[in-house]
Structure formats: structure tokens, C-alpha cells
């Protein structure tokens, strides 16, 4: 049961961690890419520039959604590691 409780407040750290990393580096991020698309419209190449911002946007937030989707997995695996090392040790002691 401690390893449950562990597994757990590891996995909320985590998500918090994340969470707060998102939220305090998008502004900035938003910010920067602003800043260039302005730039890119003063010198008239927005229509080149504006695929590749959006472009690292979705990838910025691919990457937030993707760790908590990895958290989740990690989540899923390590509940069942205990399970499998049971099983292991009843082979062994079984003789299998």
C-alpha cells in the first residue's frame, strides 16, 4: 500500500510540475512568437513565417500533453510492477 502512496504523489508532483512549467512559459513563449510575426509582417515575409510559428506552437504544446500522457503511463506501469514481481516469486518458490 506505501507503494501505491508513493507511485501517487510522485505522479501529482509531476502533474503539478508540469502544469506550473506550462503555464509560467507561455506567455513568454507567446510573446517571443509575436514579436517575430510583427517583425516577419514589417518586412513582408508573414506568409513564410506564420506556418513555422504555428508550427512551434503546436509543438510547445505537444509537448505539455505529451508529459502528462507519459505520467499517465508511468502511472499504469509502475501499479503493475509489484504485481509482476509477485508472480516471479511464486515461480520460484513453486519451482516453475
Known amino acids: 500500500m506505501a507503494n ?3 507511485t501517487s504523489v510522485g505522479l501529482i508532483t509531476f502533474a503539478f510540475i508540469t502544469l506550473v512549467l506550462f503555464i509560467v512559459l507561455s506567455s513568454p513563449i507567446t510573446t517571443i ?3 517575430i ?3 516577419a509582417e514589417d518586412m513582408n515575409v ?3 513565417v506564420n506556418p ?3 508550427t512551434f506552437r503546436t509543438v510547445f504544446g ?3 500533453v505529451l508529459s502528462m500522457i507519459g505520467l499517465g503511463v508511468w502511472f499504469f506501469l509502475g501499479s503493475h510492477e509489484e504485481e ?3 508472480t516471479v516469486d511464486e515461480r520460484h ?3 516453475w
Open 4 to 6: 501505491w502512496a508513493r
Open 33 to 35: 512568437f509575436d514579436m
Open 37 to 39: 510575426d510583427d517583425e
Open 46 to 48: 508573414s506568409g513564410d
Open 52 to 54: 513555422i510559428i504555428s
Open 62 to 64: 505537444m509537448v505539455f
Open 84 to 86: 509482476f514481481e509477485q
Open 93 to 95: 518458490r513453486r519451482g
